[in-house]
Structure formats: structure tokens, C-alpha cells
């Protein structure tokens, strides 16, 4: 199964981005998938997460209320919308996914079995 990550690309504070997680298989449209970032030197950050099975979400304190996780089952498709970007959004953007992950574990990128390529987000002042 593959995971493929686009929609990123430099922008301006407080702007907008929309990636795009395009899953390879239909089947995961059962599963969950999530949003990661990594800045150089350091570690995978929890951006935020979706069931695709039941639509339930969660988002790291740091982006909850500016950015919007979604799905589009028909496309296989996983959408991240972030709104009010600041300089601290910048990064690369990984995509991610699992069939057997519980809510607690969702925060954590060493859970998921699958990732794609990252997407490199640059906000600039």
C-alpha cells in the first residue's frame, strides 16, 4: 500500500495550504491516517489524525482550531486544511496510516505501519 503527499509549497504568515494523502488501496478507507511534521534535527511532531471509518478526529494543541483534517472516501483521498499559518508550520509534512490503532496511539508516528513521502511546507513572514 502506498501513501502519496502533495499540496505543498512556500506561503506567506497567515495564508493557506491544503495536502492531499492519496491512498493507493480502497481498503484504507477503514483505517486511520494522520499528519506528521519534522523540522530538521528534530523529531516527527503529531499534527493531527483521522478514523476513516467513523470521521472522529484529534489535532495537536499547536494547530487545533487553525488546521482541519478530512477525508474523501470516493477519491481514497486524505485532505489536511491549515488556515493561519505561522512560522513554526514550517516543515515537512508526512502522511500516515493504520489499520488496528487505538485513539491513545494515534499521536504516535513509531504506531503507524504505512507513511508516504513528505511534502515540504515553507511559511515565510
Known amino acids: 500500500v502506498q501513501l502519496q503527499a502533495s499540496g505543498g509549497g512556500p506561503v506567506q504568515a497567515g495564508g493557506s495550504l491544503r495536502l492531499s494523502c492519496a491512498a493507493s488501496?480502497?481498503?484504507?478507507?477503514?483505517?486511520?491516517m494522520a499528519w506528521f511534521r519534522q523540522t530538521p534535527g528534530k523529531e516527527r511532531e503529531f499534527v493531527a489524525a483521522i478514523n476513516l471509518s467513523g470521521g472522529s478526529t484529534a489535532y495537536a494543541d499547536t494547530v487545533k482550531g487553525r488546521f482541519t483534517i478530512s477525508k474523501d472516501t470516493v477519491k481514497n483521498t486524505m485532505y489536511l486544511q491549515m488556515n493561519s499559518l505561522n512560522l513554526e508550520d514550517t516543515a515537512v509534512y508526512y502522511c500516515e496510516a493504520d489499520s488496528t490503532l487505538i485513539r491513545s496511539s494515534w499521536s504516535r508516528s513509531s504506531a503507524y505501519d504505512y507513511w508516504g513521502q513528505g511534502t515540504l511546507v515553507t511559511v515565510s513572514s
Open positions: 488501496e480502497r481498503t484504507f478507507m477503514r483505517f486511520v
